[in-house]
């Protein structure tokens, strides 16, 4: 068994969203050795994924744009990484053989995907936060962000339906669907 998630509910926002990308690096890890229960990997880090992107975009990227730390395009990047996020994991969701080759390439190209965006959103949206947004700011939105995430993960948020749903959503605001 995967242990539970930790449920941080306070601290600087900055410091708190890096011990989540650590955590998602451990999971990945985890997600391509052979021996691990990877169902139990993939449903963790489905609950994971979305509870801490889904509160960066509604907690923490809002106030950031407010706050003219970072820009209108930077929002929608880092929206647009999370979506590319969901894409990748649902075939690990939707796995019917966890031990296939298949699998295997669908490991590699969330790995991608994931690792892909922690480095850009540590280096555009975690730097201008640490230099442009005062302790005491990013503090409160330490505390806004974490609670947010935390209700998303016991509310449970990481179905392969909750997940389809979150797809079908980015693919209708970005046009591609009516
Ligand atoms: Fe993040
Ligand atoms: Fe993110």
């Known amino acids: 068994m995967t242990p539970a998630l930790?449920?941080?509910?306070?601290?600087d926002v900055v410091d708190l969203i890096l011990t989540d990308h650590r955590l998602f690096e451990d999971l990945l890890r985890a997600l391509r050795d052979v021996t691990s229960d990877r169902r139990d990997v993939v449903a963790t880090l489905a609950e994971l994924l979305v509870a801490h992107g889904e509160a960066e975009e509604s907690k923490v990227y809002p106030s950031l744009r407010m706050k003219q730390a970072i820009d209108a395009h930077e929002v929608e990047h880092g929206e647009q990484e999370h979506a590319e996020g969901y894409q990748t994991l649902l075939p690990?969701?939707?796995a019917a053989d966890?031990?296939?080759e298949e699998f295997s390439s669908s490991i590699h190209e969330f790995s991608e995907?994931?690792?892909h965006h922690l480095d850009e959103e540590e280096r555009d949206i975690l730097n201008p936060a640490r230099t442009d947004v005062t302790a005491y700011?990013?503090?409160?939105?330490?505390?806004d962000w974490a609670a947010e995430r935390n209700r998303l993960l016991d509310e449970g948020?990481?179905?392969?339906?909750?997940?389809r749903r979150l797809v079908r959503d980015a693919e209708k605001?970005?046009?591609s669907l009516p």
């Open 173 to 175: 605001r970005s046009g």
């Open 6 to 11: 930790p449920r941080p509910t306070e601290g």
């Open 98 to 100: 966890v031990d296939s």
């Open 92 to 94: 690990l969701l939707e």
């Open 157 to 163: 948020c990481g179905s392969a339906d909750q997940v």
């Open 113 to 115: 995907t994931l690792l």
């Open 137 to 143: 700011d990013r503090a409160r939105l330490g505390a």
